[in-house]
């Protein structure tokens, strides 16, 4: 455990050991040439802490530089003594405490709290110290949480030792023995966002992810997935693998492990991980852009952001790219043996890929799906070739989507020497499973592994029941609704109101730290516009996902929203889901509509009425820790918002046991 920080020491012996001889292990364990600024600021850290820490020998344990690595950062110092752990961030030359800085403390806070498991029982204060402040009052705080973690105490260097004191005076607990929390597994759930952007900087899979027993291990996946690449290569054969999860299990994150372990284009391995999801390729290689940019600056070098964007292009691509550019060419293969396609079930089928040719493309007659045509480019390679479907179920929500059992019929139509490597687990009728097993049966070459199926989420790491209470839910299955409320709501809060005001007041007050939280609606719920929500109102997914809480653009001003469209595949710490008449319950089922021109309009193609029950699905998965619900209370006098269109959803919610705000 003490190899996540540069430096450790208890903090006897750091007391006894020189300034240089301190400085001396830190630099050989940086990974970066040590610039003078970071030499100097460790210099002063060190010297506060010699001053500060005498009156704890024997005491306690220091550690510098401690690895974060979902976050991608590292902590300055955490700081064990007795009962306490201190997470402490310097901002050497500092005079003020800017908010950026209050909540990157928090967030290594919170962080330790939630991941590390010898920390989940312990009092955690995170301090931040500007060097050239003057002293600031001490008011030890817990929040609403109440779950040990304190809120940022800001002060001066001369305020270390008291703040200590009363630190160990205000929080409870018994000693801890370093030894053991150092043992302590570290088990994060990072966003998608996080992920990648660790992914991309070096870190391992089994760095930012959880290998706890309740779930299925990210690392398990992805060996069987690398096997059968393997296997294939030696073997020239050529393959269909099917990856499905349940909604935040974590297949994005496993297709980017797998795309980012082969990015050598000189390699028979390369590959490349393709998304149909224009927001999220959008959101992931600006995210990764600017990383880059940052940890090169952090280095010491410079990298611009357009040529950090080119790289990232080849690791990231859009599907329709890399269709296009097979279209241009109907013989040559593509550089890649390898394809990794992302939401795997949003392929268009035939009649909606037809379309789309004759229109954009000048091609009439187009006689191929978009999965039978995107496996016929892999299988212009003519030794091997790798086709990797991360699928989830029920998240169609688009025309003309094709889902997963489209990748199966295009095997038995044009390529029966292909084998499919799948789960025989996939049993849930989400994903249409026994249309599926049952199509498979007549295809030679079928593999079944259950290391492909992630059936546990791990979005919502406080709880891992909630895309389970949100499949009973949207199937009005009350009974089992209700029992696994009950299990969720220990840990993931889930509120409901009639009033938005409410909803955007407990966002605030549940958030800390940088944790992100967002207003987010269906794409058909076009009568909330007295509520100054406008779903025909164009936002810009990379600024509402990536930017900060100054920027009025950012999800965090609550005034932008996003649709099923711009969520999907993302996720936020705590989300806002305001229900609309579009998708309205009725002791006979749901009931589903459009606003047409000047009033709404029934529903009637099945196919559309998945779409939007798929959507609130969606829109249900998105929160990692806790959501509200605003269910309007609607106008008598407004024939389009009138209260009966709500109610009885409202009813619903409320008879599972949901609890109002």
Same mark, same amino acid.
Request: charged fraction near 25%; proline fraction near 5%; charge should be negative.
């Given at each position: 455990?003490?190899?996540r ?5 208890s903090?006897?012996d ?6 240089n ?12 040439a040590v610039?003078?600024t ?5 210099a002063e850290?060190?010297?506060l802490?010699?001053i ?8 306690g ?9 979902r976050?991608?950062k590292?902590?300055?110092v955490?700081l064990l003594?007795?009962h306490?752990l ?12 800017p ?6 403390v928090?967030?290594?806070a ?9 920390t ?12 050239r402040a003057?002293e ?11 779950d ?7 002060i ?8 200590i ?8 607990g018994?000693?801890?023995a370093?030894a053991?929390w150092?043992?302590g597994?570290?088990?994060p ?5 996080e992920?990648a ?10 760095d930012?992810?959880?290998?706890d ?6 690392s398990?996946t992805?060996?069987a ?10 073997n020239?054969?050529?393959v269909l693998?099917?990856v499905?999860g ?17 990015t ?14 224009g ?7 600006e995210?990764?852009a ?7 600056a952090?280095?010491g070098?410079?990298l611009?952001?357009g040529?950090?964007?080119?790289r ?20 040559r ?8 396609f992302?939401e795997?079930q949003r392929?268009?089928?035939l009649?909606?890929t ?13 006689s191929?799906?978009?999965?039978e045509f ?5 299988d ?7 086709v990797i ?10 025309t ?6 489209e990748?199966i019929?295009a095997l038995?139509?044009?390529f029966p020497?292909?084998?499919v ?8 009728d ?21 290391d492909?199926h992630?059936?546990?989420s ?5 709880s ?5 209470l949100?499949?009973? *839910?949207l #199937? ?6 209700? @029992?696994? +409320? &009950? =299990?969720?709501?220990?840990r993931?809060?889930?509120l409901?109101t009639r009033?938005?005001?409410q909803?955007k ?8 730290g ?11 719920a076009?009568?909330l ?8 109102s ?5 600024h ?7 920027d009025?653009?950012?999800?965090y001003? *609550?005034? #932008?929203v996003?649709?099923e469209?711009?969520? @999907?595949? +993302? &996720? =936020?710490?705590w989300?806002c889901v ?6 309205r ?11 047409v021109g ?6 009637h ?9 798929n959507?609130?699905?969606?829109l ?9 619900i605003v269910?309007?209370e609607?106008?008598?006098?407004d024939?389009t918002r009138?209260?009966?269109f ?16």
């Open positions: 455990m003490t190899a920080a540069y430096y450790s020491d903090i006897t750091f007391l006894g050991r020189s300034s001889e301190i400085l001396g292990a830190l630099t050989a364990k940086s990974t970066f610039e003078a970071q030499r100097d600021a460790w850290q060190i010297r802490l010699h500060n820490l005498a009156p704890y020998v024997q005491r344990k220091v550690y510098f530089e401690y690895a974060i690595p976050l991608g590292r902590i300055d955490v003594i007795e306490v201190f997470v402490l961030e310097f901002k050497v030359g500092e005079d003020t405490f908010s950026y800085a209050v909540d990157q928090w967030d290594y919170i962080d330790l709290k939630n991941f590390h498991e010898t989940h029982d312990k009092a955690v204060v995170p301090v931040l110290i500007a060097t003057t600031q009052p001490l008011l030890p705080e817990t929040t609403l949480q109440d040990g973690v304190l809120r940022p105490m800001c001066a260097p001369r305020q270390i030792g008291d703040l004191e009363l630190a160990l005076q205000f929080c409870d018994p000693a801890i370093p053991q150092e043992t597994g570290y088990h759930t990072p966003t998608i966002i992920a952007m660790a992914l991309y900087g070096g870190h391992a899979v089994t930012i992810s959880r290998s027993a309740a779930a299925i291990n990210l398990q992805s060996d997935i690398s096997s059968i690449i393997e296997s294939s290569q030696i020239r054969h050529k693998c099917l499905t349940v909604p935040g299990a974590g297949k994005t994150l496993v297709g980017l492990n797998i795309a980012n372990q082969h050598d284009k000189d390699s028979a391995l390369y590959s490349v991980f393709l998304s149909g999801n927001p999220l390729v959008d959101i992931l290689r995210a990764l600017r990383d880059s940019v940052r940890r090169e952090e280095g070098r410079k611009k952001k040529e950090a964007l080119s990232v292009k080849q690791f990231i691509q859009n599907v329709h790219h890399f269709r296009d550019d097979c279209l241009i060419d109907l013989e293969p593509p550089i890649e043996h390898v394809a990794i992302d795997a392929a268009w089928n009649e909606q037809a379309a789309f040719m004759q229109r954009k493309k000048q091609r009439p007659g187009f191929q799906s978009e999965p995107l496996i016929s480019c892999l212009r390679h003519r030794d091997w070739a790798v479907c991360l699928v989830g179920g029920g998240q169609e929500i688009n003309g989507e094709a889902g997963i059992e990748w019929d038995r139509r044009s020497d292909w084998h490597h799948m789960s025989p687990r996939l049993h849930d989400e994903y249409g499973a026994g249309r599926i097993l049952e199509a498979v049966q007549g295809h030679g070459n079928v593999h079944f592994s259950d492909l992630l059936r546990v791990m979005r919502s790491f406080r891992e029941h909630v895309s389970a949100v499949k009973q *839910l #199937d009005r299955d009350i009974a089992q609704a209700r @029992q696994s +409320l &009950e =299990l969720v709501t220990k993931f809060p889930i409901i009033h938005l005001g909803a007041a407990w966002l605030k007050a549940q958030a800390r940088s944790e992100r939280y967002g207003l987010v609606v269906s794409s058909q076009q009568r516009k007295p509520h100054a929500i406008d779903v025909r164009p936002i810009d997914p990379i509402w996902f990536l930017d900060g809480k100054d009025v653009r950012s999800s001003y *609550l005034e #932008d996003a649709t469209f711009h969520v @999907q595949g +993302l &996720e =936020l710490d989300a305001v229900w609309d008449g579009d998708f319950h009725s002791p006979d089922g749901w009931q589903h509509f459009s606003f000047s009033r709404w309009q029934h529903i193609k099945a196919e559309r009425q998945t779409y939007l029950k959507a609130y699905r969606v249900l998965t998105r929160a990692r820790q806790g959501m509200v269910v309007p609607g106008d008598r006098n024939p009138l209260p009966q709500c109610d009885s959803t409202f009813d619903y919610l409320l008879s599972l046991g949901l609890a109002q705000i």
